[in-house]
């Protein structure tokens, strides 16, 4: 990017008058779009753009159904900030075959986007406190936007036709996963109509705004915006993998569910119906775990191999126990215990004289949190942490997969299915659940893998607690 430098203060120049680009700086995150922050005489701004690696494929992949091209997006946050919602104001569109790539320029908004700071630290304590009604007010004011009075046309998605091309997604890999064919087979059963369609963020949540001390500043990242059920966002902010620590807080991981339906039902005048959002609720997590599945997969093809891909697509078993505890209240026994112990966290290594391919990937750990994360600054600190949990992911795994495997193995083997079998019947006939068996085999499979993918997620000690009083 540093070598594009003229390019982008040549753009700037145009709308901005003279000027010199300074401090160019990738900022953390973001899983299928960069985002640079910099400074134009003296002004903060941020271009946000599709990465050099992404290849259209890889670009796929990580759109969403009705994802909508980056002009398409400018043209969306330019009209929403003119009519007063807490978006960026848009400077300049990249033009068409410029070595910046395809993108937009806009202005740089005050505040923290990190979920992990602003649920934690002390100086965002007020804010979280205020969040739940701002960001009500703000979605609420989104919601109350008129389809016919954009200037830009978004795909119009109903309930069926999203889950429809999720499902299709989901069928390219060829997966048997047998907690996603029950919440398949749960969703197209119950699949509910809209009251209206109206524009739709469907990415709003946590690590999408910007936050100071005092609360929201700004919303960010439209590229799923469309035209659909309102009901989509407000339970989008409940997913849970997108707490980041804070399990029990189910709005964003900074509110209670009562308190943030509440607010927006202020907000906005209008009743929340509960049973049409649970059905969203269950949606937007099997929406996240097909999307973990092609984000990994773009690392599989060699679009886009990060290692933030690799560990994207094993975040699916967290996506597994949150579905098995929210789909847990359609059974017959919602408060059914583990009729068998929990798995456990510890392996002993074999205690030859050889080191062992564990040990090896643990001293990695080690030496990458020792002497390459202290001297890392901006995106290389979030670059070797992610590379620090896929490390510490492969310890698990060396050594605890094969004894995992032999009980999942031995499991399916009594209930006399295999894996794509179960997934099937699932899928088929969602009481199947309720014979106690298949449902303790759903859930110790899943903290099985989640004790190797990520065996500090906050939803397992809320599944354990739940299922087995620990």
């Known amino acids: ?33 960069e985002s640079w922050r910099f400074f134009y005489a003296d002004r903060p701004l941020v271009l946000r753009r599709l990465p050099f690696t992404a290849s259209p494929t ?34 300049a569109q990249l033009p068409a075959g410029s070595a910046l790539g395809e993108g937009f320029i806009m202005s740089c908004i005050n505040g923290e986007a990190l979920p992990n700071r602003l649920l934690h630290k002390p100086e965002f304590s007020q804010a979280r406190n205020n969040l739940s009604s701002q960001c009500a007010k703000e979605l609420a004011h989104i919601h109350r936007i008129d389809p016919d009075d954009l200037p830009v046309t978004l795909p119009v998605l109903s309930p069926r036709a999203l889950l429809e091309e999720q499902e299709r997604f989901y069928r390219q890999f060829g997966s048997s996963n047998a907690v996603f064919e029950l919440a398949f087979g749960w969703l197209n059963r119950t699949c509910p109509e809209p009251q209206e369609y109206r524009l739709v963020h469907a990415d709003f ?24 059920d309102p009901l989509r966002d407000i339970s989008f902010l409940c997913i849970p993998s997108w707490r980041f620590g804070q399990y029990d807080l189910e709005a964003g991981g900074f509110a209670s569910l009562e ?4 607010n927006y039902e202020t907000a906005s ?13 269950i949606f937007n997590i099997l929406w996240w775990g097909v999307t973990c599945l092609r984000l990994g997969s773009t690392f599989r093809d060699g679009s886009v191999p990060t290692v933030e891909r690799t560990i994207i697509g094993r975040r699916i078993s967290e996506v597994e126990l949150d579905l098995l505890l929210s789909l847990e209240t359609q059974r017959a026994d919602s408060n059914a215990a583990l009729l068998a112990p929990p798995p456990s966290l510890n392996a002993e290594l074999a205690t030859d004289e050889e080191v062992q391919y564990a040990e090896v990937a643990q001293a990695l750990a080690q030496w990458n949190k020792s002497d390459i994360l202290p001297e890392a600054s901006g995106h290389g600190v979030f670059a070797s942490r992610v590379a620090n949990n896929a490390l510490g992911m492969v310890v698990r795994a060396l050594r605890l997969e094969e004894p995992y495997g032999q009980r999942q193995a031995q499991r399916l083997a009594e209930l006399g299915y295999d894996n794509k079998a179960l997934a ?31 065996p500090q997620y906050a939803g397992r000690a809320v599944a354990l607690k739940h299922w087995c009083g620990v």
């Open 1 to 33: 990017m540093h070598d594009k430098l003229e390019e982008l203060e040549e753009l700037c120049a145009l709308k901005l008058g003279p000027g010199t680009v300074t401090e160019l700086t990738q900022l953390s995150g973001g899983a299928s779009m």
């Open 424 to 454: 099937n019947a699932l899928r088929a006939d969602f009481e199947r659940c309720n014979d106690r068996a298949t449902w303790d085999h759903l859930r110790l499979t899943t903290l099985e893998r989640l004790a190797i993918d990520q």
């Open 269 to 281: 005048g209008q009743r929340v119906p509960r049973e049409h959002f649970e059905w969203w609720m």
């Open 58 to 91: 890889a670009a796929a992949a990580d759109n969403d159904v009705g994802s909508i091209p980056l002009a398409t997006q400018a043209g969306l946050i330019d009209y929403l900030h003119g009519v007063g919602l807490k978006v960026p104001e848009v400077i």
């Open 259 to 262: 308190n943030w339906l509440s």
């Open 205 to 228: 949540r946590m690590g999408n705004f910007l936050v100071d001390g005092e609360g929201l500043t700004a919303v960010l990242d439209w590229e799923l915006a469309h035209i659909g």
